[in-house]
């Protein structure tokens, strides 16, 4: 059984979309070796659906910044006493160091975690598909993360139709739709040559499902989720 320290509460930044925030929650529970309430993480939750898009910010370059609000949330869960920060959104993590400037608590960075894991499961010089809203792309935020690992990253040419895909479960929950659109992407990639494909959006970790079984995949949601936990029981600078 986990050893859960209580006084390492861990607030979670979210809102972004408001199912992946609550599937960060439900994979912390499902990692969790725990027989009894008391031995789940403590959580404290902002799901804030009123975060300015990031989409609209990055992709179209017409919206507000995201940053203010980030930073303001992440204050808040400070002061109700989060001793550390996640974020279920890979994109939002363009801002990062807004929400680093603003609080005293370390930001479990998803993008910097899941570049590190896979650095331990594939060697130098291996290439990474990449499942992502077109803003991952944009703003090169794995391009960066894994580079210094010495590995390359490659999205899928389409990057219009993933927009489509991430909406589509943004809207109501229509997976069926998104789909199609990451079997055929995830397909185009491993022909590409990618030697493992990332889901880097929190969208599509809803969906990774549908992936086939064949491939080696890495879910940054997954990675997320054991940090907290490794967080919560004193572990997190212990893994690899």
Known sequence: MKNINTKHKVGIIGGMGPEATVLLMARIIELTDASDDADHVPLIVDSNTQVPSRI????????KS??????????NLESSGAKALAMPC?????????IEDAVSVPLLSMVDLTAKQISTQITPNSTVGV?????VA????YDKALSSYQLKTIYPHDQDLMLDAIQSIKKSSQIGEAHKIMQ???LELNYRGADLL???CSELSLAIEYLDS??????????????????????????P
Do not use: C
Request: proline share 3%; net charge negative.
């Open 56 to 63: 609209k910010a990055i992709i179209d370059g017409s919206g």
């Open 131 to 135: 499942l992502a809203s077109p803003a």
């Open 90 to 98: 890979n994109t939002a993590h363009y801002y990062s160091q807004a």
């Open 184 to 186: 055929d992407a995830a």
């Open 214 to 239: 064949s491939y080696s995949v890495i879910d940054s949601m997954d990675v997320l989720a054991q940090a907290v936990i490794d967080f919560a029981t004193g572990n997190l600078h212990k893994n």
């Open 198 to 200: 990332l889901i880097a």
């Open 66 to 75: 995201p940053a203010t609000e980030l930073a303001n949330m992440a204050k």
């Open 138 to 141: 944009i703003t090169g935020l």
